[in-house]
């Protein structure tokens, strides 16, 4: 069965609903009458009865009454409709020390149906708060969180990306978010790091490493279009950075589109 994470699109009663499907735990969660969005067709199917345990359907059906346990939970979705939750891919949750902005901003995320979020700008509190929702301490969406970022002003030497690196793993953050301004030798330190400790790495790709050996190190995702451009513009290296433009404005006129495949390619031989 798969994975679901389920939205009411009425939020009616909501924060109390929350709280109620949050401390859960093994029992079953009975929406009843509700319309459910299917992904594997075009149309909504009416008045369904979904069963959900654990996170996940048990069952879906066109009874009106269905047998359960007397402690299961039963929402009442008449007029309400039932989807997959949605997932953010390149999540902003505030990286400050006041944790209550932060919850407000998961909250937000939660009640307008997107269930799971890839934070893309990590703070020490953000593990925290990852655990809480984990814990259904409070209501939020599945929580994964990079590091704080490496560029070229936190990572001035190989030495220090790589005890970086370590020290983020260490703490538990789920990947690591690279920004701009990274040398090549920092750049390939960090790289080593993370393959030796485990942990992906993602995020914009610095102008001294180029897309192509971002694809070769193994970048997890790139997150902007740094690179992509410039890689198609013959003679680059004889370019100044700060003469290309953000994301190549300044230059993309000169990009030869012939080599598009090529790039193309490399991204999807290299799950990128």
Known sequence: MKYILIILMT???????????????????????????AMNADSIQANKTVVVQNGRVLSISNA?????????????????????????MHAHVPPIDDIEPMKEVLLLFAVNGVTTIRGMLGHPRHLELRAKIRAGEIP???????????????VTNEQQA????????????DFLKLHPGLTLANFNAVAAAAKKEGIP????????????????AGYATVDHMDGFVESLVPGIKSIPENQTGLFATFIGHQADTSAVPKLVSALKTNNI
């Open 162 to 173: 790589a005890a970086k690196v370590k020290e983020q793993k260490t703490a538990g953050y």
């Open 140 to 154: 939020g969406p599945h929580f994964y969180t990079s590091g704080p970022s490496f560029n070229g002003n936190t």
């Open 11 to 37: 939020i009616t009663n909501l924060c109390v609903s929350a709280q109620s499907l949050l401390k859960a735990g093994n029992r079953l969660i009975v929406f009843t009458n509700v319309n459910v969005v």
């Open 201 to 216: 790495f993602a995020g914009h790709v610095s102008y001294d490493v180029g897309i192509w050996r971002a694809i070769e």
């Open 64 to 88: 009106t009454s269905t047998a359960h346990p007397k402690n299961a939970i039963i929402v009442d979705g008449k007029g309400k409709y039932l989807m997959p939750g949605l997932a953010e």
